[in-house]
């Protein structure tokens, strides 16, 4: 019937049309120059804290090495993205929703296989997980520790980088170290400076002109403050009950630092770089 499939197409291209013109999802990279610092617990919060505005979020474990998010969130993720990108599960098969409405993807090793990926495998990845983009207003990204190949590749596909560290000064070297890779790449998005840990704000503060400082002098690279989130025992508690703790102690001070934190963050949104596809920067970065 000719009818039927003219309308059928019309109705097909508005859709194409619909995909197009929807702004894509804003990708925050969180990452951290050393292991120890917090960063996989401030990923897992500020997801759920985003996902409490209202927000569509989406949560990714692109940790390579210790891919432990499941642990923080309480829950146990019978598939993950190696799954999809051999082709033995569906992207929503891979998902798991969690309360509050975020969705979280877990995570592996398997991940590190997008440096050899053939044409065919790299067309399912991008058929697969492009449709998050459309479908969520923020991608969360839980990545590695250091200046591996996987983090920095991560990172200079996202839209805004969330540096985690916290006052210690190996912690605040090592964060400048990270940095300095991603100037020397072009990173050409924001760089937000979180600092954990801290005693108060002051402490915070030190710690933040400390790296923006150094990173203005001689990297000509300005550094955004990314706020900060204070030393909680609430935090260690929630932790070993493997419960966010901004869903176990939602008054305690590290949730409301983070809230805050998620609120900027989301206040800016519209000022963050949207470069296009991030899964398909991703890959073309691997490539």
């Not at 839209?159 to 991603?182: F, N, Q, R, W």
């Not at 998005?189 to 840990?197: A, E, K």
Request: with cysteine; aromatic share 6%; charged share 20%.
């Amino acid at each position: 019937m000719p009818g039927v499939a003219a309308n059928s197409e019309d109705q097909a291209r508005g859709l194409r049309e619909l995909v197009r013109s929807s702004a894509p999802a804003v990708t925050l990279a969180i990452a951290g120059g050393k292991g120890g610092v917090g960063k996989t617990n401030v990923a897992v919060n500020l997801a759920l804290c985003l996902s409490a505005r209202g927000r569509r979020v989406t949560l990714l474990d692109l940790d390579m090495g210790m891919a432990d998010a499941d642990l923080l969130l309480g829950v146990h993720a019978s598939y993950n993205l190696a799954h999809v990108l051999s082709g033995l599960r569906d992207l929503e098969e891979v998902g798991v929703r969690l309360p509050g409405g975020a969705r979280f993807i877990s995570g592996t090793s398997g991940i590190g296989r997008l440096a050899n990926l053939s044409n065919h495998e790299r067309s399912r990845l991008l058929q697969q997980m492009q449709p998050l983009e459309a479908d969520n207003d923020y991608l969360v990204l839980d990545c590695g520790a250091g200046i591996s190949r996987n983090v920095i590749t991560f990172a200079l596909a996202a839209g805004a980088v969330v540096l985690v560290t916290t006052p210690e000064p190996t912690a605040l070297a090592d964060t400048y170290a990270t940095i300095k890779v991603l100037a020397r790449e072009r990173y050409s998005g924001t760089i937000h400076l979180l600092v954990n840990m801290a005693s108060d704000q002051a402490e915070a503060r030190r710690a933040y002109e400390r790296v923006a400082d150094v990173s203005t002098k001689f990297l000509k690279y300005p550094i955004a403050d990314g706020g900060y989130l204070l030393q909680d025992r609430h935090v260690e508690l929630a932790v070993r009950n493997r419960i966010p703790f901004v869903s176990r102690f939602p008054k305690c001070p590290a949730t409301s630092c983070l809230m805050a934190i998620a609120s900027r963050l989301d206040a800016g949104r519209n000022g963050v770089s949207r470069r296009g596809g991030f899964f398909e920067r991703v890959v073309g970065l691997f490539a």
